[in-house]
Structures are given as C-alpha cells and as structure tokens.
C-alpha cells in the first residue's frame, strides 16, 4: 500500500528523551518533525540497542531511560504508520509488504492482505530474532534492514489491534438500562489488549528479554482487567429485578460478551504460550551458537598464543645467530689480516727485493694489483713508470732499508687507498674510490707508509 503522507500533520513533532554524553556519541537524537525518515528510525534503535549493552554494566542501567526511548520509537512508528495506512479506515484488502531480506536470511517472508493470522505473526517474529542474532557480525547485518523489519511487525501488530478492537466491540446499550461505570470500562478493555500487543512490538526492537516478557505479561494484563469488569457487571446482574430493571435479553447479551471475552483471553494465551515457546528455542539456539563462537574465539586464542610463543622463539634464535655470525665475522677479520701480515713479512724478507715486489704485495681481500677490479688490474710499477715525469706525483717508499721513488698521478689515488684499506678521513664516502679534493698529498704520504711498512 502507497504512502499518504497527508494523512499524518506534517507540523507533529516526536521529542526524545534527554541523553547522557556517552550516547549521544552513537547517534544524537533530535526532535522530529512531521513523518521521521529511515536515518532517523535507524538511530533510534541503534541508541536503543546501545542502552541496553551499556546497562549490563554495574551501575550504568537506566530502567527510565529506556522505557522513555521505547516510547519513542512507538511514537516514530506510529507516525510512520498512520503515513501510510489511514487510522480511520482499516479496508480488509490492504497489503503489508515485507522488506526484503538478504540471502543468508533462511525465512522467506511474503506480502499479508488484511489482518495477520497467529502463523504470519510468528514467522515475521522469527524473523526479526533470526536477524538481531546477526548483529554479532557486522559484516552480515544491516541496520537499515533491521528497521524495515521492525516496522513491518508493527504494522502487523496494529492490524490485529485494529481486528481485535473491532471484534470485541459491545453493541450500543440503551442510555439508563445498566451502571455508567459498566459502560466505560467495556469499551477499554476492547482496545486495551491490542494496545499491550503494540508495545510488545516495540520492544522487540530493543532487547529480546524484555519484549518476550512483556508479551508474556499481555495476557495477565488483560485477565485482570477483565476481572474487574467481570466483578462490575456481575454486581450489576446481581441485584434484585426491581431495582436493576435489566431485561432477560440484556443479561444474555452480556453473558455473550463474557463468552467472547473468555475466547479473547484463551487465543491470547495460547498465542502467548507459541510464542514463549518459540522464543526458548530461539533463544537456545542462540546461546547454543554463543557457546560455540567462545570455544572458535578461545581455541582461536590459543593458536595466536603458541604462535606468539614460536615468533618470539624465533627472534631470540636469530638474534643468538647474528650475534654468533658477528663474531664469526670478527674472527675470521682477524684472520684475514694475520695472514695478509704473513703475506706481507714473506715478500719483505726476501733480500734482493726491488720495487718490483710493491705488485706482490696482497689488500685484505688477497688480491694483488694487477688482479684487483678496483685498480682496474693495472701494475703499480707500470703506474709509477708512467708518470715519474711529473715532479709533483712523486712520493718515497722504503724498501729493504732502501729509499725508491714511486710516481701515482691523483687520478689513482682513491683507487690504491681504496685497494689497500685506508681510506679513513681521505675519501667520501669512506670505502669508496672519490679522493677528497685538497688531500692528495696527504693521500701520498699515507700511502707511502703503509707500502713502507709492507716492504721496509
């Protein structure tokens, strides 16, 4: 059925209650105005459903607060109702169309023409739990879906309010023929038990505890008002003939309406008793899941644990190895040069050495100059020979107690440094081949010692 929104004042407003700090983070509820939109609804039973999480912790439950929100989602749907279905007129043909499910919903609801029978009620109730179940896992559970549900339950509601109220309605008595105080309460109890079905529906939308006892109240409820009526109306009948003046027709007509009300109370009961039932099962079903989703998170705990247990297992093995491998690596550093000393002492204990001998001697990599990528396998003899025409590229080195002359030009300075392994302070980066510029006759004196000390 088509909305008509001209049916509801476009100027009504719905005020929230007043909502403390922690929230109104959720969603801050303002007054609406006219008929409320989806994202109003959908913050009303988000700060509902909040409220009750929140009230589990000691000291933080608010009955009062909550019993003010719950009426005013009833106020939010009642608006959202009467947009679009008349509350003056109830025609039997009017639809009420479900909102669609997603596809992990296993519940197939359809469209109801007219007043739904106790099967379509429970179904669409079902529904409703099966869903707000879902609500555990974010990623399966839409709030706006979860609204058009909670709304198509109300307007189910109604229209059993609305089916009830007119079959319990009491045929018009003639004025003076029975109690005034009769005569109101009759009509009351007609719309009062439809009205305890309407505020169960509202409280489906917030906790599934309190709707489910409600609606086990609702046929408490409506038995003990009857009740009164019943003591009423039996005090009425009770009287003596001539002063009550209630005609044998009267007093069978209102044993009748005793009857339809006992019939009233014994289908609300029954339904009551259905719907306990099915909400235990659904609730078992629930807990069942919970127990089974602490045991998957629990095993899931234990397995991040023994693998927290392992990484860090690992980090300390690695960090023993890295320690082990530095010392390995200082090892075999001291090592390395002990042997590039012998090298050296070997070279220099030979007696005849010239300068010749400078291409014998091997850096820490054990690589003569010839052999080494760095100086471009070049003899440091032929350099010599090369340049030993340019007076200022000349340096002296000691060889065997003899002083000789060795020519490098500064284009080959960073090259022999960097081969030997002194390249400290002289070149930039350090380790590299780039002399620093202005260093080169400190470069050749380095250079000069170091090939002393091999040699001399």
Not at 24 to 46: A, F, Q, R, T, W
Not at 360 to 388: A, F, M, W
Not at 413 to 426: D, K, M, N, Q, R
């Amino acid at each position: 059925m088509v909305d008509h929104p001209g049916w509801y004042p476009s100027t009504l407003v719905c005020r929230p209650p007043e909502l403390p700090t922690y929230l109104k983070s959720v969603y801050d509820l303002k007054p609406i105005v006219g008929l409320p939109s989806d994202d109003e609804v959908v913050g009303i039973h988000s700060v509902i459903h909040a409220a009750n999480q929140v009230s589990v912790v000691p000291g933080m439950k608010n009955p009062g607060l909550l019993l003010s929100l719950t009426d005013h989602l009833f106020s939010a749907q009642m608006a959202r109702y009467r947009s679009r279905y008349s509350l003056t007129t109830f025609p039997s043909d009017a639809t009420y169309t479900p909102p669609s499910l997603p596809a992990h919903v296993s519940i197939n609801l359809e469209p109801i023409s007219g007043a739904p029978t106790d099967d379509e009620m429970m179904k669409v109730q079902e529904a409703a739990l099966t869903y707000q179940e879902m609500r555990r896992f974010p990623s399966m559970f839409d709030a706006r879906v979860s609204m058009e549900l909670s709304q198509h339950l109300f307007d189910l509601q109604m229209a059993r309010h609305m089916r009830l109220a007119g079959e319990a309605e009491p045929r018009q008595v003639p004025h003076g023929t029975i109690n005034p105080q009769v005569t109101e309460e009759a009509p009351r109890l007609s719309g009062e038990a439809p009205g305890a079905t309407n505020n169960a529906g509202t409280g489906a939308n917030t906790t599934e505890g309190p709707h489910t006892q409600e609606f086990m109240e609702q046929p408490n409820r409506l038995a003990e008002r009857f009740n009164q009526v019943l003591e009423a109306l039996t005090r009425a009948i009770g009287q003596p003939p001539q002063s009550s003046g209630l005609p044998d027709r009267l007093v069978e007509r209102i044993e009748q309406i005793f009857d339809r009300f006992d019939q009233i109370v014994e289908r609300t009961s029954q339904r009551a008793d259905q719907n306990a039932e099915r909400s235990n099962e659904l609730m078992e079903r629930f807990n069942l899941s919970t127990e089974q989703s602490n045991k998957l998170a629990q095993r899931l705990n234990e397995l991040f644990e023994q693998r927290n247990e392992h990484h860090e297992r690992s980090n300390r093995t690695a960090e023993m190895l890295a320690k082990s491998l530095e010392k390995i690596e200082t090892i075999f550093g001291n090592v390395n040069k002990v042997l590039v000393r012998v090298q050296h002492a070997i070279v220099r204990s030979r007696k005849d050495n010239t300068i010749d001998a400078l291409d014998c001697l091997v850096n820490e990599k054990g690589d003569t100059p010839i052999q080494s990528e760095v100086t471009i396998h070049t003899s440091l003899v032929e350099l010599s020979k090369r340049y030993q025409e340019y007076w200022d590229t000349g340096f002296s080195v000691l060889i065997n107690g003899t002083t000789r002359r060795l020519s490098i030009h500064n284009d080959w300075l960073g090259e022999l440094l960097c081969f030997y392994g002194i390249t400290e302070e002289l070149c930039e980066p350090e380790g590299s081949v780039a002399l620093i510029h202005g260093l080169e006759g400190v470069a050749r004196d380095r250079l000069g010692k170091y090939l002393s000390s091999c040699l001399g």
